[in-house]
């Protein structure tokens, strides 16, 4: 494994495959002793950023079952408990992402926050939610609310997301390995092969590539 390895690993709370990606990210990172990097993103913006102006999953009728009995699958595949949340916002919980890693503890609010929004289906944007995440992960209630409405966390949500766009991030969950990018929870094998990859000390871009057949 080369030294300081990463996942950066961009997420919004609102995605059910983010939530599903990240039941497996941190133990994945583990193995490999990589350092798994939490950014906050919103998933509609990004999409509109990269030129996708398709309408939202939710309006589309076949398209939206199909997605919720696929993401139920998957949910039963990793058991983990998977309920639909009560709204679809999250500007505030996914900016505390960045107030949670500054203190530290960022894994543990992560964990919290997908836990309410997808395995309880709650208002991501609810502000007793928002409460009860802050105090689950140990955080100072009055700081945090002050912290995620702020000017200056709500500037740096902003740039990570234009930098997104420069990395070409379409989407989540989106995890990038050095100069390569893994999109959805369904392609944690190819991530963790990439991973494995640096480990045999051979040419990591190499290993990452997929090649024609």
């Given at each position: 494994?080369?030294?300081?390895?990463?996942?950066?690993f961009?997420?919004?709370?609102?995605?059910?495959?983010?939530?599903?990606?990240?039941?497996?990210?941190?133990?994945?990172?583990?193995?490999?002793?990589?350092?798994?990097?939490y950014?906050?993103?919103?998933?509609?913006?990004?999409?509109?950023?990269?030129?996708?102006?398709?309408?939202?999953?939710?309006?589309?009728?076949?398209?939206?079952?199909?997605?919720?009995?696929d993401?139920?699958?998957?949910?039963?595949?990793?058991?983990?408990?998977?309920?639909?949340?009560?709204?679809?916002?999250?500007?505030?919980?996914?900016a505390?992402?960045?107030?949670?890693?500054?203190?530290?503890?960022?894994?543990?609010?992560?964990?919290?926050?997908?836990?309410?929004?997808?395995?309880?289906?709650?208002?991501?944007?609810?502000?007793?939610?928002?409460?009860?995440?802050?105090?689950?992960?140990?955080l100072?209630?009055?700081?945090?609310?002050?912290?995620?409405?702020?000017?200056?966390?709500?500037?740096?949500?902003?740039?990570?997301?234009?930098?997104a766009?420069?990395?070409?991030?379409?989407?989540?969950p989106?995890?990038?390995?050095?100069?390569?990018m893994?999109?959805?929870?369904?392609?944690?094998?190819?991530?963790?092969?990439?991973?494995?990859?640096?480990?045999?000390?051979?040419?990591?871009?190499?290993?990452?590539?997929?090649?024609?057949?």
């Amino acid at each position: 494994m080369r030294a300081g390895q990463q996942i950066v690993f961009y997420l919004d709370f609102i995605s059910p495959f983010a939530y599903l990606a990240n039941a497996k990210l941190p133990d994945l990172a583990a193995r490999h002793g990589a350092e798994l990097i939490y950014l906050p993103l919103d998933v509609m913006h990004a999409k509109l950023a990269t030129g996708n102006f398709a309408p939202s999953t939710r309006v589309l009728t076949g398209k939206r079952e199909f997605i919720r009995r696929d993401r139920l699958w998957w949910a039963q595949h990793y058991g983990v408990p998977m309920r639909t949340p009560r709204a679809f916002s999250a500007p505030r919980l996914n900016a505390g992402i960045l107030v949670a890693q500054e203190q530290g503890r960022v894994r543990r609010y992560v964990d919290a926050a997908f836990h309410q929004v997808w395995g309880l289906g709650g208002d991501p944007d609810d502000d007793g939610l928002l409460a009860t995440v802050a105090e689950q992960t140990g955080l100072d209630r009055d700081g945090f609310f002050a912290s995620v409405g702020s000017p200056d966390t709500t500037s740096r949500v902003g740039a990570i997301g234009r930098d997104a766009a420069r990395r070409g991030v379409f989407g989540v969950p989106t995890m990038i390995v050095g100069e390569e990018m893994f999109w959805g929870n369904d392609r944690l094998d190819f991530l963790e092969a990439c991973l494995a990859g640096f480990e045999t000390k051979k040419t990591g871009v190499e290993l990452c590539q997929p090649h024609d057949l």
